[in-house]
């Protein structure tokens, strides 16, 4: 079984400032990594994702992800906000094992809110 | 354009009473899925279906009930059964391994 865990809940910074959320997950096997953003009210929508090759991932918004296998995480960070950025942002993992589960484990989610 | 539609966005129902939420996709997508999502909770897992005619529970599947009478379709019923109904589900559906999930865009269901 998979678990994931996102540090903080809550992530208030100012437009214009570099914001770090965190993300570490548990697992047996490897595993696929994603982040998803949800705007109020709103579906997820995928952010970006890693499933290989280089560990360094961008979104067409700037927002950037490492995976990092010896601390497995999968941090996502942006250097400069924007108040737009202000949504709830999930991390998630899904085995790589070969078969045919497409199941994704999600982390609870961090709040991310911009301010002038 | 191709997506996830989640109808109707808002539901309201009374205490003890079956309500259905309808999710269509056109994305020719094998599999689907349903989520429950809570403030402070993240999403948890209701079912999911990888093929038609075929479908599992997921992390929190007690008082619901699914059916997959065809690739487009996944609609979830809300039992009676269910002690705490009222909440925000989301539909999502996968294309395989490499792909991660399309979401609908939520139904908000309140039961008072």
């Known amino acids: 079984a998979q678990s994931v865990t996102q540090l903080d809940s809550q992530v208030p910074v100012f437009e214009e400032a570099p914001v770090e959320l965190r993300c570490n997950y548990s697992?047996?096997?490897?595993?696929?990594l994603f982040w998803y953003v949800q705007y109020p009210n709103q579906g997820l929508q995928l952010l970006l994702k890693y499933l290989s090759g280089s560990t360094l991932v961008e979104s067409i918004n700037g927002f950037e992800a490492e995976f990092n296998k010896s601390q497995t995480s999968f941090h996502l960070r942006k250097p400069s906000v924007h108040i737009s950025d202000t949504a709830e942002y999930f991390c998630?993992?899904?085995?790589?094992?070969?078969?045919?589960?497409?199941?994704?484990?999600f982390g609870k989610g961090t709040l991310l809110t911009v301010n002038p | 354009d191709g997506g996830i539609t989640q109808s109707p966005k808002y539901l309201f129902r009374k205490e003890g009473q079956n309500v259905t939420l309808s999710c269509e996709q056109n994305?020719?997508?094998?599999?689907m899925y349903w989520y429950r999502q809570d403030p402070g909770q993240g999403l948890r897992l209701i079912y999911y279906?990888?093929?038609?005619?075929?479908?599992q529970k997921g992390d929190i599947a007690e008082g619901y009930s699914v059916s997959r009478e065809k690739k487009e379709s996944f609609p979830l019923t809300v039992t009676s059964a269910q002690k705490n109904p009222t909440a925000f589900y989301l539909c999502?559906?996968?294309?395989?391994?490499?792909?991660?999930?399309?979401f609908g865009s939520g139904t908000r269901l309140t039961v008072v």
């Open positions: 994305l020719n997508h094998d599999a």
């Open positions: 998630a993992v899904r085995p790589y094992s070969g078969g045919s589960n497409y199941k994704l484990t």
């Open positions: 999502a559906s996968s294309r395989g391994f490499n792909y991660g999930y399309t």
């Open positions: 279906s990888q093929i038609v005619n075929d479908f």
């Open positions: 697992s047996s096997v490897s595993v696929y």
